[in-house]
């Protein structure tokens, strides 16, 4: 019931368009397949979660607005209609463009010794999925110091500060991220996906606003579990 993506490209797990193109392709058949409840993402070697973008494509010409698959740059940040949860296993330094992939992640599982930071801005770019979303995982503050300065933030740190979910000792981040996703494919698969549907349909909404839609019969994963025979 869960899948393990491997993302191996030496030496750094660094992503180009055809990476990415590829790995939306491996996420869009998990959401299809209903065997599978749960992905892990993860990098090869004990170094690099991913050093983010693939700097030597783009120096060989590949645009930043390049086709990234259907699933956004990394394969399932932005992919429609996945119900399911993913764990990103972090294993070493997660840099720019791999940290907003595992900040998409449903929960982390992150190394002592991994790193999370965006150099985007030090390089006359921005981050575009990190400026949306670590705002809304930290206090602005904090956010805003990683965001305008590069800073890096360690694993202790960035459990302290609620971006990382578990801890693990150097060279186990992905048994701790299958004993996590064990936990979860014991859940009904029905509760999860309204779970995950409810929080991101509500997440901008005041709470009774959420209530009112929740309440609306509208969102059908909602109904859908209400009427499942697990209910």
Same mark, same amino acid.
């Given at each position: 019931?869960?899948?393990?993506?491997?993302?191996?490209?030496?030496?750094?797990?660094?992503?180009?368009?055809?990476?990415?193109?590829?790995?939306?392709?491996?996420?869009?058949?998990?959401?299809?397949?209903?065997?599978?409840?749960?992905?892990?993402?993860?990098?090869?070697?004990?170094?690099?979660?991913?050093?983010?973008?693939?700097?030597?494509?783009?120096?060989?010409?590949?645009?930043?607005?390049?086709?990234?698959?259907?699933?956004?740059?990394?394969?399932?940040?932005?992919?429609?209609?996945?119900?399911?949860?993913?764990?990103?296993?972090?294993?070493?330094?997660?840099?720019?463009?791999?940290?907003?992939?595992?900040?998409?992640?449903?929960?982390?599982?992150?190394?002592?010794?991994?790193?999370?930071?965006?150099?985007?801005?030090?390089?006359?770019?921005? @981050?575009?999925?990190?400026?949306?979303?670590?705002? #809304?995982?930290? @206090?602005?503050?904090?956010?805003?110091?990683?965001?305008?300065?590069?800073?890096?933030?360690?694993?202790?740190?960035?459990?302290?500060?609620?971006?990382?979910?578990?801890?693990?000792?150097?060279?186990?981040?992905?048994?701790?991220?299958?004993?996590?996703?064990?936990?979860?494919?014991?859940?009904?698969?029905?509760?999860?996906?309204?779970?995950?549907?409810?929080?991101?349909?509500?997440?901008?909404?005041?709470?009774?606003?959420?209530?009112?839609?929740? #309440?609306?019969?509208?969102?059908?994963?909602?109904?859908?579990?209400?009427?499942?025979?697990?209910?």
């Amino acid at each position: 019931a869960i899948l393990e993506v491997l993302l191996d490209r030496p030496k750094a797990n660094a992503i180009d368009a055809a990476t990415s193109r590829e790995m939306s392709r491996v996420f869009a058949e998990f959401r299809d397949d209903p065997e599978l409840k749960v992905a892990i993402l993860s990098g090869a070697g004990e170094k690099f979660f991913s050093a983010g973008w693939d700097l030597s494509a783009a120096a060989g010409g590949e645009a930043v607005e390049s086709d990234y698959g259907e699933g956004g740059f990394g394969g399932f940040p932005e992919l429609p209609g996945l119900a399911k949860p993913v764990i990103a296993a972090v294993n070493g330094y997660a840099v720019g463009s791999d940290f907003e992939i595992a900040m998409s992640a449903d929960m982390i599982v992150a190394a002592e010794h991994a790193q999370f930071w965006l150099p985007e801005a030090q390089l006359g770019i921005l @981050p575009d999925a990190g400026t949306l979303r670590l705002p #809304r995982l930290l @206090p602005r503050a904090l956010a805003m110091e990683v965001l305008l300065t590069g800073r890096r933030m360690d694993a202790v740190e960035a459990h302290d500060r609620g971006l990382v979910n578990l801890l693990a000792a150097s060279g186990e981040a992905l048994d701790k991220a299958r004993e996590l996703a064990r936990q979860v494919a014991s859940a009904a698969p029905l509760s999860i996906a309204a779970i995950l549907d409810i929080e991101r349909r509500t997440a901008p909404l005041s709470l009774e606003e959420a209530y009112r839609l929740l #309440r609306s019969g509208k969102i059908e994963s909602y109904q859908r579990m209400l009427a499942s025979e697990d209910a």
